[in-house]
């Protein structure tokens, strides 16, 4: 598995991913990438985010956002968020997701971050017993407020 920088070209095929299960056939529109390119390019343009695919025998079949987040709490701690972790329906189960959560704690490290966090909706229990097989606790119960 190669694990790179997205580009705008793989922007159809994070999209598929993204809305690759239950939750996500829900909220993602495929059929309408302009969102998404728009999405993209913010986050291309941006020094604290990178959007990285995974790519197996030349196909993208993971993606994930990682963000450093600088910060004054905890004498200036850096945290490393990661946001829209997917992998290919197909292929789940087979270490992938894995080995893409250990590149991206490298990532954090190599960034200088002291943490790495990310959320998980309350629906994915099998993605709960993923990460907490990977040493995340769920430390911290999460709102959000949709605007």
């Known amino acids: 598995m190669i694990i790179r920088l997205a580009t705008a070209e793989d922007v159809p095929a994070i999209v598929a991913l993204l809305a690759d299960d239950e939750l996500g056939a829900q909220r993602e529109t495929p059929h309408d990438l302009e969102p998404y390119r728009t999405a993209f390019a913010v986050l291309d343009a941006s020094p604290h985010d990178e959007l990285v695919v995974a790519e197996v ?6 993606t994930l956002q990682f963000r450093v987040l600088p910060g004054l709490a905890q004498r200036g701690m850096v945290r490393g968020q990661v946001e829209a972790v997917r992998v290919a329906s197909r292929l789940r189960g087979q270490g992938l997701g894995e080995q893409l959560m250990k590149w991206v704690v490298e990532r954090a490290r190599d960034k200088g971050c002291s943490v790495v966090q990310l959320t998980s909706d309350r629906k994915r229990e099998a993605a709960h017993r993923f990460y907490a097989r990977l040493g995340f606790q769920a430390t911290h119960e999460g709102f959000k407020l949709r605007l």
């Open 57 to 62: 025998d030349g196909e993208v079949v993971g």
